[in-house]
């Protein structure tokens, strides 16, 4: 079974330009979330997507936008990136159901530097 | 607004002790409280998680506790060692809608 994997590692952007990041989910898992984690912070919820339809989102501003793809893996992409968008940015898969929460399983994160 | 808020930021706790992390919560829909485990440079790893139809389940050397009236709940990790060093985040998260509201973590350090 393959776990949560994202890429890049790292990457260096300035500020005013664009970044996608990857994630493919852990085998078996239908829903993806995204998060942001600055240093020193719990991770922040910035939207999650369920069968390829976004499914709920945090308080992040519309210059976030995602996808997900048929085979369950997701981008996140950043337009107009400022200074304070520089953290970790963590893909999280689950098995979606109706009712009740489920368990998480965690990628190890891209960190995103913006100068 | 901080809806899990986590106690305390940072923890020292000799090897052989008892850490105890604490958390509360002030959204009754919360029915799922994972803890994850993370390491520098990691993703968060879930550790232990509980649902409020238990008051406390216990998994190894670690132990949630829930109080549902409260609306707390606490982390208690046995016999702590030095490869328990990471930072632990308390979280909480709602029916059908699996976004999971994280705490602000505490970095916890075993001494030998």
């Known amino acids: 079974e393959t776990g949560v994997t994202q890429s890049p590692t790292h990457l260096i952007k300035t500020r005013g330009q664009q970044v996608t990041l990857r994630c493919s989910s852990q085998s078996g898992h239908n829903t993806v979330s995204w998060y942001q984690q600055a240093l020193g912070q719990g991770p922040q919820f910035i939207f999650q997507y369920y069968r390829e339809e976004e499914n709920g989102r945090g308080n992040f501003p519309p210059r976030f936008s995602g996808l997900q793809f048929p085979n369950y893996s997701s981008e996140l992409n950043v337009n107009a990136l400022e200074l304070d968008d520089s953290a970790l940015y963590l893909c999280a898969s689950s098995l979606g159901a109706s009712g009740r929460a489920g368990e998480q399983f965690f990628g190890p994160g891209t960190r995103l530097t913006v100068l | ?112």
């Open chain 2, 1 to 112: 607004q901080q809806q899990v808020k986590q106690s305390p930021q940072s923890l020292i706790v000799q090897k052989g002790g008892i850490s105890i992390i604490n958390c509360a919560y002030e959204n009754t829909a919360f029915d799922y409280f994972p803890w994850y485990q993370q390491f520098p440079g990691k993703g968060p790893a879930l550790l232990i998680a509980i649902r409020p139809d238990v008051s406390e389940k216990k998994e190894g050397r670690f132990t949630i506790s829930f109080n549902k009236s409260a609306k707390q709940f606490s982390l208690h990790i046995m016999d702590s060692q030095p490869g328990d060093s990471a930072t632990y985040f308390c979280a909480a998260s709602g029916r059908g809608y699996q976004k999971v509201t994280f705490g602000i973590g505490t970095k916890l350090q075993v001494i030998p």
